[in-house]
């Protein structure tokens, strides 16, 4: 039944996992998150209501685990996530809304596995993706009709 991320979760700044999982009535992220710079993991699963990252996520540069998995009104990612330079897991599985990857996914030269499966409105992945290198594991499934 969470709603909001209360401001003061800003001041655990020695915090290393943010984990909220099905929370289907969060509709945002605070900007206060940027705050979290210790952050190594962050996990919206099922965060269904959730239409935007804010911008302050391009702080989080110690970030190397995010998770959006059916966050299925998520509709963009910002080219802040090009700031997560020690990125080295991003799943975006069934977010279904999302209709664009910023070229910007290419300044995570670290990320190791990416996850777009049943992403059923992005209509294309960016050139950007040939520059990471150090991908190990793209899925792109989709339900095919």
């Known amino acids: 039944s969470l709603t909001e991320i209360p401001e003061a979760v800003a001041s655990l700044t020695s915090l290393q996992q943010l984990e909220l999982t099905r929370c289907p009535r969060l509709t945002e992220i605070p900007e206060a998150i940027g705050s979290l710079t210790s952050l190594q993991g962050l996990q919206l699963i099922e965060c269904s209501s959730l239409t935007k990252i804010p911008e302050a996520i391009g702080s989080l540069t110690s970030l190397q685990h995010l998770y959006l998995d059916t966050c299925s009104r998520l509709t963009e990612l910002l080219k802040a996530i090009g700031s997560l330079t020690s ?24 990320l190791q596995q990416l996850n777009l499966s049943w992403c059923t409105s992005l209509t294309e992945i960016p050139e950007a993706i040939a520059l990471l290198t ?8 989709t339900w095919c009709s």
């Not at 190990?136 to 499934?141: K, N, S």
């Open 134 to 141: 150090s991908l190990r594991h793209l899925c792109l499934y």
């Open 87 to 110: 990125l080295q897991q991003l799943d975006l599985s069934r977010c279904s809304s999302l209709t664009k990857i910023p070229e910007a996914i290419a300044s995570l030269t670290g």
